[in-house]
């Protein structure tokens, strides 16, 4: 008989990258006001919901928890996360975070990982690659020194094999095979799997499920270490690009590609 | 005068061109310093030199290679503490962002990646949201971690070199305990060209290439150009996932960017709006791509980059 598993899962609303996106505020932070569940979360999800099942899934006392962190809107992520198949839901809610950089991010995150791990610590805590927004990917591998995890990310594959795992990592000049000892923080590429999206039994399973919503003061953290005053770095300003106009456009007569080597040359471009 | 310490991590025979844009960077901000992990070749050694390296750090312990980001963030704390520096630069790889991001923690230091220029007094300048915004921001900590994007300045040898002697820094023999260790590493094969997000120059593909990438190549390689790619093609498994730019790919700046058989939804446009010269090519005349072309041409790629790349040929004799 294997070990239950217990898996944290990260998700983040993120603004629809279908849209345009904006700064906004005294402090440019990030405005979220049409938010969806983010999409490479979704794979953390799915790689979640396959290392369960392959152990019995949740009537073997296996456990997929969603945890986001964020204001009111952050709960739309938890409650598609319970849709598609996480076991339960974590909301951690503070107005004292609004404005956290990555160091105040993930010094709250790790408090609440540590907080759902009371009585059994998480096995794993896995992770998108990036999150679509802030694009810093700073957040996963400063949780994983608070915790003081061994940090595996970009994963395409993961296994797990008693208090081991294995992974498979494709960089740009090789491909690695590491190994880490349980617990253990993996985030996961969009190669990993092709996630499930939730169906009727899936959005009806969910009203039934839990969400907890936790605050500061409920994980222990001082609201004078997190938001803009617990942040490590501060953004002074904020400007729009200028945004691209249309140069030259042709119709192709026989000779468009002398006339795109002219106008790199034209450019200097050769 | 501030020190600045640069992370070089296992640069081979050769010290990369994003690695002289950081010694570029810390003479522009203080003394330089090299925490330096690897081999390292008299090529190296000289060109640290060249590049005003006032002191060179190495770690104590050779396997920092064999595990991921961990024990090399802690070699870099333990440099940090040894050489005195309120700056450090990392290359802006994924590694160097994740090491900078667990080099952050133990220091107590604010981090900022993908930065594309820094001030004198340390303030950084980075793009978000996919190069639709510039910030200015700064670390409020004592020591400030900066992850900086290639292609940001111009490297420039000091005017008066230096001869740095190497000095040891003890790595904690706990570094590697809570890390994840590689157990075997196949190389892939060298393409020969550029990597993708250090290229000055880029031709990338999408769906209209319809699986064959040879013209692009052609065309690449005498430009001597990187090969990318947009979703649609890399999930047909027309080319490496490697390739792929964009909101789930590679971010890239390069001088020229030429996209072909690419419609340019906003998802590709993430990964490539920053580029300085956008050529487009595409049957389709209401592409997106050609809103944010300098130069687009509506025609048949299978037409057009052959003959651009023969009058290439043609014109370099």
Redesign the interface.
């Known amino acids: 008989m294997e070990e239950t598993l217990k898996i944290i899962v990260l998700v983040k609303h993120v603004p629809d990258a279908q849209f345009d996106r904006h700064l906004g505020g005294a402090d440019n932070t990030t405005d979220r006001s049409e938010s969806i569940l983010s999409e490479l979360d979704e794979y953390a999800l799915e790689a979640a919901l396959q290392l369960i099942e392959a152990r019995g899934g949740e009537a073997a006392g296996n456990k997929v928890i969603a945890l986001s962190m964020g204001p009111a809107g952050a709960v739309n992520a938890v409650k598609k996360s319970l849709q598609i198949g996480a076991t339960e839901g974590v909301h951690l809610s503070d107005a004292a975070l609004a404005g956290s950089d990555a160091a105040a991010t993930s010094l709250a995150l790790a408090a609440a990982v540590r907080h759902l791990g009371a009585d059994t610590p998480a096995d794993l805590v896995l992770t998108g690659m990036a999150s679509t927004d802030g694009e810093t990917s700073l957040v996963p591998a400063q949780l994983a020194e608070r915790l003081g995890l061994p940090q595996v990310t970009f994963a395409s594959s993961l296994a797990l094999d008693g208090g081991k795992l294995t992974a498979r990592r494709d960089g740009g000049t090789h491909a690695d095979t590491v190994e880490a000892d349980l617990p253990a923080l993996v985030s996961v590429t969009d190669q990993i799997n092709e996630p499930r999206y939730p169906n009727f039994k899936g959005i009806m399973a969910a009203k039934k499920k839990t969400i907890t919503t936790l605050t500061l003061a409920d994980i222990g953290v001082d609201p004078a270490h997190v938001g803009l005053a617990g942040s490590w770095t501060a953004v002074d300003a904020a400007e729009p690009r200028p945004p691209r106009t249309a140069g030259t456009i042709i119709t192709d007569e026989g000779d468009a590609g002398i006339r795109l080597v002219e106008f790199l040359a034209a450019q200097k471009l050769l | 005068m501030a020190k600045v310490l640069v992370f070089i991590d296992t640069p081979g025979e050769a010290l990369k061109k994003a690695s002289l844009e950081l010694l570029t960077i810390a003479r522009s901000l203080g003394e330089p310093a090299v925490a330096f992990n690897g081999e390292l070749q008299d090529g190296v050694a000289a060109a640290l030199g060249e590049y005003g390296a006032q002191a060179l750090y190495r770690p104590s312990a050779a396997e920092l290679d064999d595990y991921?980001?961990?024990p090399k963030?802690s070699y870099l704390a333990a440099a940090v503490q040894d050489s005195g520096a309120s700056v450090v630069l990392v290359e802006n790889s994924?590694e160097g962002?994740?090491i900078?991001?667990?080099l952050?923690?133990?220091l107590?230091?604010?981090?900022?990646?993908?930065v594309v220029a820094v001030d004198p007094d340390g303030?950084a300048h980075k793009?978000?949201?996919?190069?639709?915004?510039?910030?200015?921001?700064?670390?409020?900590?004592p020591v400030a971690v900066l992850t900086v994007k290639p292609n940001s300045v111009t490297p420039e040898p000091a005017v008066t070199g230096t001869a740095p002697q190497p000095a040891t820094v003890e790595v904690p023999e706990t570094a590697t305990a809570?890390?994840?260790?590689?157990?075997?590493?196949?190389?892939?094969p060298?393409s020969g060209r550029p990597?993708?997000s250090e290229a000055r120059?880029v031709v990338a593909g999408g769906r209209g290439v319809d699986g064959n990438f040879g013209p692009l190549e052609d065309l690449a390689d005498a430009?001597g150009a990187a090969i990318g790619a947009s979703r649609a093609a890399t999930d047909a498994g027309w080319i490496g996932?490697?390739a792929q730019i964009g909101?789930?790919g590679k971010t890239v700046s390069p001088?020229?960017y030429i996209s072909a058989g690419i419609s340019g939804a906003?998802?590709q446009k993430?990964g490539m709006?920053?580029a300085k010269?956008?050529?487009a090519?595409n049957k389709d005349?209401e592409s997106p791509v050609?809103?944010?072309?300098?130069?687009?041409?509506?025609?048949?790629l299978f037409?057009?980059?052959?003959?651009?790349?023969?009058?290439?040929l043609k014109?370099k004799g």
């Open positions: 991921l980001v961990g963030a994924a962002k994740e900078a991001a667990r952050g923690i133990k107590g230091a604010g981090v900022i990646t993908d303030t793009s978000v949201l996919a190069g639709s915004y510039m910030t200015t921001a700064r670390a409020t900590t809570a890390s994840a260790r590689v157990t075997a590493r196949s190389d892939k060298a990597e993708l120059i430009l996932h490697d909101q789930t001088q020229l906003i998802q993430a709006q920053t010269v956008i050529v090519v005349a050609f809103e944010i072309a300098d130069f687009g041409i509506v025609g048949d037409e057009v980059l052959p003959q651009a790349t023969e009058e290439i014109r």
